[in-house]
């Protein structure tokens, strides 16, 4: 599986901004797709996981109620929409993909593949 994310940006505090992530190659109904974000120095953080075939999705604390994770089956996409941002929000932003959905989906060790990363920033 090839990850390819995109979609990063500069945005004051406030806006929103839509993080997509496509995948190359076959996604099954039991697989993950996952959001993580890194500052330099700083362990890479969970953001948002979502199975694909439906029935799971989980959100760090700090995100819930402003970013919506979701996926596109017909285009083997899945997508982090980001509202409200707030400038503790800056990170890179990267995709990942797992196997499938398990109690400690929230551990960056658990993931099989990565997106490059895409860059948020948001001003305040």
């Known amino acids: 599986v090839q990850l390819q994310a995109s979609g990063g940006g500069l945005v004051q505090a406030g806006g929103s901004l839509r993080l997509s992530c496509a995948a190359s190659?076959?996604?099954?109904?039991?697989?993950?797709m996952a959001w993580f974000r890194q500052n330099p120095g700083k362990e890479r953080e969970f953001v948002a996981g979502?199975?694909?075939?439906?029935?799971?999705?989980n959100y760090v604390d700090s995100v819930k109620g402003r970013f919506t994770i979701s996926r596109d089956s017909a285009r083997n996409t899945v997508y982090l929409r980001m509202n409200n941002l707030k400038p503790e929000d800056t990170a890179v932003y990267f995709c990942?993909?797992?196997?499938?959905?398990?109690?400690?989906?929230?551990?960056?060790?658990?993931?099989?593949?990565w997106g490059q990363g895409t860059q948020v920033t948001v001003s305040s």
């Open positions: 990942a993909w797992r196997l499938r959905w398990t109690t400690v989906y929230y551990r960056p060790s658990e993931y099989n593949y």
């Open positions: 190659g076959r996604i099954f109904s039991d697989n993950v």
């Open positions: 979502i199975r694909w075939g439906g029935g799971r999705i």
